[in-house]
DNA sequence: GCGAGCTGTTCACCGGGCGGAAACGTGCGT
DNA sequence: ACGCACGTTTCCGCCCGGTGAACAGCTCGC
């Protein structure tokens, strides 16, 4: 997708929306064209890396997230179709209680047992599960922190 | 912040990062120069009006700002919620009082330690709190500056 | 049938966030 | 110098949530 637009002489440049895009007059220094070639690649290699397909729990109980895959039992299921349902927003404990059991309201910390659980099953396929305390639970991606900032 | 490096004769070209940088070697065509500036004008536009979304506070104590996020507890949400009211503006100590604590005035200093904490908080997502000596609070991008800056 | 492994549940304990209070430090105006 | 307004630290009680372990039911392979 990105693109060296090689202007001859006696042309105007052209506009230039993208940042995938750039043009030099030709003939021109090879390592001018280098130079260009190279950063263009640089930032189609950055937007691909900040493009992150969104994780599937797909029917059989496996999640597909970052390239790979794990097993994910049915109570657990449920809690994660939960949160995928509000990717990166705050879900909270009730609506996860009621999600992974329908019928009967379980203990407080049998749901902390099973965050806990998927906690560590998702941990593999590159997701985490944030609390929001007195609020609730939030999946992203585990890449994402919360509240650190970059120089 | 978006810069064109002149290059001279004999140079090497610069290495690149940002889509708001750009060079070219001079001397070149006045409309080259031109256009390159135009670009990055328009990528620094671009950017302004994509980066620069208001910060939120939702429902769930979740503060967005600056592309990251930071829970934040009761209290504080209703400090923060009331700043973020009135924006860049003042808000009153008064006011601050009335709606993080809805019923009970609290000691003058407990408004100020949470005021401490929620700037500690908001820090990470590039929001800060000024003092408005005798008058109330303010809050803002950290990135602007406070005091008079001369030209 | 029987043991191994997996799933779901419960218990006990601990660490840390949250919010309040007091004490002290600091900067500014008069 | 004094007082006022605000900042910062420290401490503490409370409660939420995290965690390891143990336990019961179930399924599957032998």
New binding site residues.
């Given amino acids: 997708m990105p693109r060296l637009l090689l202007l001859e002489d006696g042309h105007h440049p052209p506009e230039v929306n993208d940042c995938l895009e750039d043009w030099i007059r030709v003939p021109a220094p090879e390592i001018d064209v280098q130079s260009r070639v190279a950063t263009l690649a640089d930032r189609a290699a950055a937007h691909g890396a900040t493009q992150e397909q969104p994780p599937h729990l797909d029917d059989d109980g496996v999640l597909r997230a970052g390239g790979n895959w794990v ?7 449920r809690l994660l179709r939960t949160l995928l349902e509000r990717y990166g927003a705050v879900v909270s ?1 009730e609506s996860l209680s009621r999600a ?2 329908p019928d ?1 309201a ?12 998927l ?2 099953r998702i941990a593999p396929v590159g997701l985490a ?1 944030r ?7 939030l999946l992203e991606s585990d890449k994402r922190q919360q509240g650190v900032r970059n120089a």
Same sequence: chains 1, 2.
């Fill in positions: 097993p994910v039992p049915p109570v657990e299921a404990r992974g059991w009967r379980p203990d407080r910390n049998v749901l902390d047992v099973h965050v806990l659980r906690r560590r599960i609390t929001v305390r007195s609020r609730g639970y």
